[in-house]
């Protein structure tokens, strides 16, 4: 018996693509993904993935870069190698502002980064998807709907049914 990755179904227009995920949703599918030739804020709304961790992980990249940044010219200046010339006090926090805000920057940067790639499961050289005929055209003007073998409702003749059912011009199953 071949495994399946799931169910696709391809259309041809904008409208059609962003109707059918709010209708698959609203059929009570959770495990799906849209593959569209430009970004579609719509599709995100209607898939209900508003939550990123992105944001949380660059902030304590930001974070972790101030704190370390002005942890670092603090011992530097003060502790190991403490330098007193014209008078001035060892522990002069205001000097210490430019390179702390430089490394909170390189430190998101990095961190923000990193955690897209390794959030968005990169790279990722091969997926089922790709072995779909006529798959190539999602980043050119075809927009597809692909519901996974993993979601708790799927099953793959119903699943195909009402993927049809939405003005598909074409469904097919998706191997493993």
């Given at each position: 018996?071949?495994?399946?990755?799931?169910?696709?179904?391809?259309?041809?227009?904008?409208?059609?693509?962003?109707?059918?995920?709010?209708?698959?949703?609203?059929?009570?599918?959770?495990?799906?993904?849209?593959?569209?030739?430009?970004?579609?804020?719509?599709?995100?709304?209607?898939?209900?993935?508003?939550?990123?961790?992105?944001?949380?992980?660059?902030?304590?990249?930001?974070?972790?870069?101030?704190?370390?940044?002005?942890?670092?010219?603090?011992?530097?200046?003060?502790?190991?190698?403490?330098?007193?010339?014209?008078?001035?006090?060892?522990?002069?926090?205001?000097?210490?502002?430019?390179?702390?805000?430089?490394?909170?920057?390189?430190?998101?940067?990095?961190?923000?980064?990193?955690?897209?790639?390794?959030l968005n499961g990169l790279p990722q050289p091969y997926h089922p998807v790709f072995n779909v005929p006529g798959f190539e055209r999602s980043s050119q003007d075809?927009?597809?709907?692909?519901?996974?073998?993993?979601?708790?409702?799927?099953?793959?003749?119903?699943?195909?049914?009402?993927?049809?059912?939405?003005?598909?011009?074409?469904?097919?199953?998706?191997?493993?």
């Open positions: 018996m071949k495994q399946i990755y799931g169910v696709m179904a391809e259309f041809e227009h904008s409208e059609q693509i962003i109707e059918a995920t709010r209708r698959v949703y609203e059929a009570g599918y959770r495990s799906m993904d849209v593959y569209t030739p430009f970004p579609m804020h719509e599709i995100f709304h209607e898939l209900h993935e508003h939550r990123t961790w992105v944001s949380p992980i660059t902030m304590v990249g930001g974070l972790t870069g101030l704190v370390g940044g002005f942890m670092l010219q603090t011992w530097t200046t003060v502790i190991d190698y403490p330098l007193n010339i014209g008078g001035r006090p060892l522990f002069s926090w205001p000097s210490f502002i430019p390179i702390t805000f430089e490394c909170m920057v390189l430190l998101a940067a990095f961190s923000a980064l990193i955690g897209m790639i390794a075809r927009f597809f709907l692909c519901v996974e073998s993993t979601d708790p409702k799927f099953d793959a003749a119903e699943t195909a049914r009402f993927l049809g059912s939405l003005g598909a011009q074409r469904v097919v199953e998706v191997e493993a």
